[in-house]
């Protein structure tokens, strides 16, 4: 079906085409029974770049799941899931989403949306209950016929959640899943794609361009295209680690721990950027603890794009507080009186240690890289966005050409718990 086409349909065909997207959907969303290995799947990867249709495709395929609607399904599945990063990104994405649940069905077809009780229930009677990948443990006990997963590779608790779920998905003569994601090269999608079980579409930003904001396309699409960042967010490739980078998947993989012992020092350490205007740096801010024993354990990435100065020095002290730290560490080659004002207006009694970088941001991070060698960092729990920075952090910094901002903000909080100065005077000069 051509959008040529649908131009010069009259309304009343347009409105009926609206609502059948087998009829309207790419090739990468098209409906297909063999796996893999040629014969029937029970997971379906879809891979792809931001824009992509992976949201509209899950919503599409969850709907035609509940209703029985071919070649989808044929018959109606009573008991389903949808798994979100978190339960927010399950509500405001996969349900409430321009592309959601809700958007995505006909008004006489709609489900009703229980927010309270974290259900969709459809006319038929079909059920749908919303999880979070952020509590595991919630997937035990429930049991279906079917589930949608968005965005995978970007769960916490990726191997938790979804090793959970499958254990859930027991009803029925044939229980599927579906995962949408934009793909990052992690353990858990490396095996699916390895999984003879498993149907593999992929799709590029651009299969999806005619619906896309001409913006986007010039802004985003223009900017990134070819890079390492491109080929993976808007190509939807899995980008293996680069050569020169400082650290590997496999390496950050193996210090992964759920929980941090007692940590008798923690520090929330901040890399400020140099403007908050669109396109500019993130904000790094990241947290870290170290133990006796000189065993250091990064906590949280609150790291953030487009911050005013107010803003980022009140989620670096709220951070802060909330994990009790002993202080906070800023850089302030650029800009130090500024970082020093926002951050007094914020909690003029909060602990501040200021550091000044005189070394290149690679000879700072090697020290940093030889303790994850040794075995002496842990990451609790997940970190995608930056964990893929430590991966793609070589010699010449990113392969984007942007900086690496949280991998700075974790350089400045384990080298700061190496120096015993940190907790000392009120001025230090690290590396």
């Not at 209703?67 to 996969?94: C, I, Q, T, Y």
């Not at 100065?309 to 670096?316: D, I, S």
């Not at 690679?362 to 075995?375: D, H, I, K, S």
């Amino acid at each position: 079906m051509t959008t040529d086409w649908l131009a010069q349909a009259n309304l009343q065909a347009q409105l009926r085409l609206q609502h059948d997207f087998a009829a309207l959907a790419h090739r990468h969303q098209e409906h297909a029974e063999t796996g893999n290995n040629g014969g029937p799947w029970t997971t379906w990867l879809s891979l792809g770049g931001r824009g992509a249709g992976k949201t509209r495709t899950g919503a599409e395929w969850l709907r035609a799941m509940a209703l029985g609607l071919p070649p989808f399904a044929h018959r109606a599945h009573g008991r389903l899931a949808l798994v979100g990063e978190s339960w927010s990104d399950a509500r405001d994405v996969m349900i409430e989403g321009e592309s959601g649940i809700l958007n995505v069905s006909p008004r006489a077809e709609r489900p009703q949306w229980t927010a309270t009780r974290k259900r969709l229930e459809w006319p038929n009677g079909a059920i749908a209950n919303v999880y979070s990948a952020e509590e595991p443990d919630a997937l035990r006990g429930p049991q279906f016929e079917a589930a949608w997963c968005d965005e995978l590779a970007k769960w916490r608790y990726a191997e938790a959640a979804f090793d959970t779920l499958q254990f859930g998905l027991r009803l029925g003569d044939r229980p599927r899943q579906l995962i949408t994601t934009t793909p990052r090269p992690l353990p858990i999608i490396k095996r699916l794609l390895t999984d003879p079980r498993t149907r593999v579409t992929r799709a590029p930003t651009q299969a999806n361009a005619a619906f896309l904001a001409p913006a986007f396309l010039d802004a985003v699409v223009g900017r990134y295209a070819g890079t390492r960042m491109g080929r993976q967010e808007l190509s939807g490739e899995l980008i293996e680690d680069r050569p020169d980078a400082l650290w590997s998947r496999a390496r950050i993989e193996a210090c992964r721990v759920d929980a941090a012992p007692d940590l008798p020092r923690i520090v929330v350490a901040i890399d400020p950027p140099g403007s908050s205007k669109p396109g500019a740096d993130a904000c790094g801010i990241v947290a870290a603890g170290r133990t006796e024993n000189d065993m250091y354990f990064v906590l949280e990435d609150a790291s953030a794009r487009g911050l005013s100065p107010a803003a980022w020095a009140h989620k670096a002290v709220a951070l802060y507080r909330r994990l009790h730290a002993d202080t906070l560490v800023a850089e302030v080659n650029m800009g130090g009186e500024m970082v020093r004002a926002v951050l007094r207006e914020v909690d003029s009694e909060v602990p501040l240690r200021e550091v000044h970088a005189t070394r290149g941001k690679y000879l700072r991070a090697e020290p940093v890289a030889a303790l994850y060698e040794q075995g002496r960092v842990k990451h609790v729990g997940a970190f995608p966005e930056l964990e893929d920075e430590m991966c793609d952090f070589g010699l010449n910094g990113l392969s984007s050409g942007r900086s690496p901002d949280r991998l700075d903000a974790l350089v400045w909080a384990i080298t700061a718990m190496m120096s015993k100065r940190t907790f000392g005077g009120p001025r230090i000069r690290l590396l």
